[in-house]
């Protein structure tokens, strides 16, 4: 049984004490790789050196996080721009609108998305999308700003289903976290009516860790607890979702 992080952030610094050995049980548990998205400037050079000592299991991705689009955005994104032709990246990520913690720079967010869209495009890579509070917004851009294959991941999905088919017909995977196993989050019903073939798993790490370890510091081995959730609302077994989410992973990653 393989299981893949498709979203981690493993080189933060919520890790520094026991980075390896949270890795080793993670892998000991079949989970074998990490896909790690970028945050902004900060995070460079943590992600790419977690990618140099483990390069078989962690994988980066280069991108702006639209919580890190501030008054220096353009230094950012020249930054970003300029890694993703020096260096092989997974993906363009973590990348999107956030309207939930602040809408101050919302403009400045919509523009670094377009063109972390159109960088994608040039490069070939897929994209890791954060919508918290802004599905609608980034759905228009994406069809204005069309994303050709491969398209990528709606990290974090916790939309209804509606959003979640429109997102499927734009070539999107759904990426399937720890809100799952969370008692009201209603995404369980979501799931119920989406085919596995368009979801992939991810923790999020260090954030939203699943039940039973709600509200503590997660980690990429709680994945298996996402992974049993999902099997239970579709009633097959862990190494079916195993299987089908890595195989997703690979055709999204082509790693």
Not at 83 to 100: N, R, T, W
Not at 122 to 146: G, M, T, V
Not at 177 to 199: C, M, P, R, W, Y
Request: glycine content about 6%; hydrophobic content about 40%; proline content about 4%.
């Amino acid at each position: 049984m393989i299981l893949t992080d498709t979203h981690t952030h493993l080189y933060a610094e919520e890790f520094s004490s026991d980075r390896d050995l949270l890795i080793s049980e993670a892998i000991e548990k079949g989970v074998q790789r990490f896909f790690l998205p970028n945050i902004d400037s900060s995070s460079v050079d943590g992600m790419n050196a977690l990618t140099k000592k483990y390069p078989n299991n962690c994988f980066p991705m280069m991108g702006l996080h639209p919580c890190s689009v501030k008054e220096n955005w353009k230094d950012e994104l020249a930054l970003v721009e300029k890694l993703s032709g020096e260096q092989k990246f997974a993906g363009v990520g973590e990348i999107g609108i956030d309207l939930y913690w602040d809408k101050t720079f919302v403009k400045e967010q919509e523009e670094v998305f377009r063109r972390q869209i159109k960088l994608a495009n040039q490069h070939k890579l897929p994209i890791i999308i954060h919508s918290r509070e802004s599905f609608e917004e980034i759905y228009n851009i994406l069809l204005d700003s069309k994303k050709g294959s491969p398209c990528g991941i709606f990290h974090c999905f916790t939309g209804n289903a509606d959003q979640a088919g429109r997102a499927i017909d734009l070539g999107f995977y759904l990426g399937i976290g720890g809100v799952v196993t969370f008692k009201n989050s209603g995404l369980d019903k979501t799931l119920a009516e989406i085919d596995l073939q368009h979801i992939v798993l991810e923790t999020d790490a260090p954030y939203l860790a699943p039940v039973p370890f709600r509200g503590k510091r997660n980690q990429p081995a709680y994945i298996v607890k996402v992974a049993e959730k999902i099997a239970l609302i579709k009633n097959i077994t862990i190494e079916e979702v195993a299987n089908i989410t890595t195989e997703n992973s690979r055709k999204i990653f082509a790693i």
